[in-house]
């Protein structure tokens, strides 16, 4: 990792946020859970937990559809498992994955999961899941966006 030296008016930790994403991004393969590893090991906990989650997302979006995504998760929940936050992200990414594939899923993980999970997957076309945040996802916000997605008249 090149850490760029901080200017004047950027804090040394925003140079190796910056440093963290870009070593991230190009991350993939047999080094990706090294670079994760060597990121989660940063002094600034936040920050690096930061770095990994968009990291994380970034790939799990690209790659959840496909075959390779429960390899790929796996390697990753070993890599971050003692942070309950984002091992939580990964769990939640199966989950997306499930129910985009349309594989059975059980209600109660749906319904007992993350704004941010239930939001992405109120947007999916997985018409069971759809119709069961519209009627009991946890936020205004969760059930608007089902309802929209299922185009119910008068919702609009």
């Known amino acids: 990792m090149n850490t760029p030296a901080p200017t004047r008016d950027e804090p040394a930790e925003h140079a190796r946020f910056a440093a963290h994403l870009r070593d991230l991004a190009r991350a993939t393969g047999p080094e990706e859970t090294a670079v994760v590893a060597r990121v989660l090991g940063?002094?600034?906990?936040?920050?690096?937990?930061?770095?990994?989650?968009?990291?994380?997302?970034?790939?799990?979006?690209?790659?959840?559809?496909?075959?390779?995504f429960e390899a790929w998760a796996d390697a990753m929940t070993g890599v971050v498992g003692g942070d309950p936050f984002l091992t939580r992200r990964l769990l939640e990414w199966s989950l997306i994955r499930v129910v985009v594939l349309e594989r059975p899923w059980r209600p109660g993980d749906l319904l007992e999961s993350s704004d941010w999970?239930?939001?992405?997957?109120?947007?999916?076309?997985?018409?069971?899941?759809?119709?069961?945040?519209?009627?009991?996802?946890?936020?205004?916000?969760?059930?608007?966006?089902?309802?929209?997605?299922?185009?119910?008249?008068g919702d609009r």
């Open 42 to 68: 940063d002094p600034d906990r936040t920050m690096a937990r930061s770095a990994v989650l968009r990291h994380l997302d970034r790939r799990a979006t690209d790659l959840h559809p496909g075959p390779e």
């Open 117 to 153: 999970l239930q939001l992405k997957a109120a947007a999916t076309s997985n018409a069971e899941v759809v119709q069961l945040l519209a009627e009991r996802g946890r936020t205004k916000r969760i059930r608007r966006t089902a309802r929209l997605n299922r185009a119910w008249p």
